[in-house]
């Protein structure tokens, strides 16, 4: 089984920063990307940021710039740099895992961090 433990949310004023962590455990095969997802109150779930095993990135346009994915392999730990926090960022921020075993795709969620950006 994999644990997906997400640290660092908070309320933070408006042009402040978090960082967010997302330290992963358990039997974790190969890793094919790890990310962030958020969700806003009455809004769907958005990609935010992804980091792949290879070590591309995508943003949403709307954190671009101000966002950074990053992810230190010997912890298996995924970090979200949050700069320059918009009250439009309050959302719950998740991890997601997904993991390849040379059969099948495995995704692996976090239970979630809030982030509160106040203006």
């Known amino acids: 089984q994999v644990q997906l433990v997400e640290s660092g949310g908070g309320l933070v004023q408006a042009g402040g920063s978090l960082r967010l962590s997302c330290a992963a455990s358990?039997?974790?095969?190969?890793?094919?990307?790890m990310g962030w997802y958020r969700q806003a109150p009455g809004k769907q779930r958005e990609l935010v940021a992804v980091?792949?095993?290879?070590?591309?990135?995508n943003y949403v346009d709307s954190v671009k710039g101000r966002f950074t994915i990053s992810r230190d392999n010997a912890k298996n730990t995924v970090y979200l740099q949050m700069n320059s926090l918009k009250p439009e960022d309050t959302a719950v921020y998740y991890c997601?895992?997904?993991?390849?075993?040379?059969?099948?795709?495995?995704?692996?969620w976090g239970q979630g961090t809030q982030v509160t950006v106040s203006s």
């Open positions: 358990g039997s974790i095969f190969s890793v094919i990307a």
């Open positions: 997601n895992l997904q993991s390849w075993d040379g059969r099948r795709k495995y995704e692996y």
């Open positions: 980091l792949t095993s290879g070590g591309s990135t």
